[in-house]
């Protein structure tokens, strides 16, 4: 790894806080370990739990960079021992544990995809974290089928556009919520076969509408709390709930009868915490049965706005809005 400098520029703070407290900062260089490489960012994506970590809520794993950031993009520039792939020189993005607000990222050389002709380098930013989240919880945690109805909450969201595109793609009826009218008419153009306005009806009675009483076969739930319960109300029998955030309040309370007697499933995970080995299986399926979809132009995230990588303040603040349609990267 001659030729590259000793130090970079990263996106850090000094104590938990609002936006505000992100700043830049010299920090030095990561060397990637065994199975490693390294990489020089061209684009970070922006996601929510990068704001909880600022927050202070949301601690990296002991053996990941302490400085934000979830996934990114660029071309790898140092490979670990033992890495066979991806070569220098080759353009990747990937998921990470942590560090993606720099100018260089240490990834798991098993976690990168290879950039395919035609996908911009900030689009393939956007990709992973909501890519590897929404594939594993919807279609293997949450076992959804072709030609079933899914409920997803914030339909214009990074997860939420992801998961109905995925559906298009996949033959599966996507329902949403989103805030307004203008989101909603979003999240059709995106691809949801329907889009409630959770401000202005009542999603229970909505849901019930538009499947005539039968109700969904999975629920992908990112607001947890008191939603639960009337997530459940929208379960077709033997419909599975699965819970990836928690926005809404950490505790529900549910009826455990109506479980029983429905036959629901009630699952949930986080993917940063997860192991090397499970990331490495999950993008191993990834690469095999959705990136070339990514390569043949069928799947492309949805872009709000890029933001340089000294602004990631605006980025975040813009985030915490929740005006944003789709995902929010950073330009190093």
Known sequence: MTGLPATMTAIGWD????P???????????QPGPGQVLIKVAFAGVNRPDVIQRQGFYPPPADASPLPGLEVSGQVVGMGEGVTWPFTGTMVCALVA????AEYCIAEAAQCLQVPTGLSMAEAAAIPETLFTVWHNVFERGMTAPGETILVHGGTSGIGSMAILLGKLFGVNVITTAGGPEKCAQALVIGAAHAIDYKAADFVAEVAR????RGVDMVLDMVAGDYVARNLKCLADDGRHVTIAVQGGVRAEINMAEVMRRRLTLTGSTLRPRSKAFKAALASEIRETVWPLAATGELRPIMDQ?????EAAAAHMRMEQGAHIGKIVLAV
Do not use: C, K, S
């Not at 505000?20 to 010299?26: H, K």
């Not at 538009?210 to 009483?213: A, C, S």
């Open 20 to 30: 505000d407290v992100l700043r830049p900062e010299t920090v030095a260089v990561p």
């Open 306 to 310: 890029t933001f340089p990588l000294a």
């Open 15 to 18: 104590a938990p806080g609002g």
């Open 98 to 101: 942590g560090g993606g607000y």
């Open 210 to 213: 538009i499947t005539e009483g």
